[in-house]
């Protein structure tokens, strides 16, 4: 079941109905000390119910209005009129504690999201500020680490259209070099189907053919493909620590994230081919310039 955004009118009417009328907007923690304050009383107020019956078991009978028995159903009905009050006040204390959680929560998930943006957008910058292919990738993969908080990680880039081969890594550094067949393992099912994956647990091999033996255990990874204008580059790899736990929200960050990777790559490939075009160009003229000094000569 769905839960409503709790409203700050809801909270001030909560607050109110507990008592905390002298500040703006209540806090878990004064909801807390209102509560002290609340069983305090009851306490105080159970003691002096127990006095009370204690002197009245004591009081022989006069002639007065007031009789040990009036007094005795005076102090009952004090004590459930009381008891009434503080049940009715720990439900509106306990409303009240779920919707400042509520809120927290959401101001936490917002607050993660606009932190997130902005790394996505710092991130962005810095890959289309550098054009060489390996400051790139390097840029592309230690923002995705910082983005997911990750251990380790690596990019795969596709060779002769069938092979995934391990460029960079980071925090395993023994795997660069390392190949992989399209369709093959994690980063190959991901390369052949161009769909992320959100890895959760220890890796099945009969869910991943052809997966080779890692050198230690990953439970939580993300594994998402690069790719630009229909074009794949390769595969990012991001693995989580220990007390990580990647989820669908993460896999979309880097869903985004990895689209914009793609592009400067591609910018970053486009760069090399017309620098290597115009270096050619530059040898021919330099070329047949030596030309036609030298034919001249001869």
């Known amino acids: ?57 004591t009081w022989r009978p006069g002639t007065g209005v007031v009789t040990p028995g009036v007094l005795r159903i005076a102090i009952v009905l004090v004590s459930i009129a009381f008891g009434v009050y503080a049940t009715e006040k ?70 002769k259209q069938d092979e995934l081969v391990t460029v960079l890594a980071r925090g395993n550094d023994a795997a660069v070099g390392r190949r992989a067949k399209v369709g093959w393992g994690v980063a190959g099912q991901v390369a052949e189907t161009r769909e992320a994956l959100l890895i959760e647990g220890p890796v099945d091999p009969s869910r991943f053919p052809g997966l080779t033996e890692r050198e230690r255990e990953v439970h939580s990874a993300l594994s998402v493909p690069l790719v630009s204008r229909n074009v794949l580059f390769g595969v990012l790899n991001v693995n989580a620590g220990p007390d990580r736990r990647y989820t669908e929200y993460d896999l979309q960050a880097i869903s985004i994230f990895a689209e914009q990777a793609a592009g400067a790559m591609r910018n970053a490939r486009l760069y090399e081919t017309e620098r290597v075009q115009v270096e050619r160009a530059e040898l021919v003229r330099e070329f047949g310039t030596l030309y036609e000094a030298y034919g001249a000569d001869a």
């Open 1 to 57: 079941m769905e839960t409503s955004e709790p409203s700050a009118e809801q909270i001030k009417r909560e607050a109110r109905v507990v008592g905390l009328r002298e500040v703006s907007m209540p806090t878990l923690e004064a909801v807390e000390r209102r509560r002290l304050q609340l069983w305090g009383l009851t306490v105080v107020l159970l003691l002096a119910v127990s006095a009370g019956v204690a002197v009245v078991s």
């Open 90 to 159: 720990e439900i509106h204390l306990r409303r009240l504690g779920r919707l400042l959680t509520d809120q927290r929560v959401l101001t936490t998930a917002l607050t993660n999201r606009l932190t997130e943006m902005s790394l996505l957008l710092e991130a962005g910058k810095a890959m289309n500020s550098v054009l060489e292919l390996p400051a790139v990738l390097e840029t592309i993969l230690r923002s995705a680490m910082d983005l997911l908080s990750g251990e380790s990680g690596s990019i795969m880039l596709l060779e």
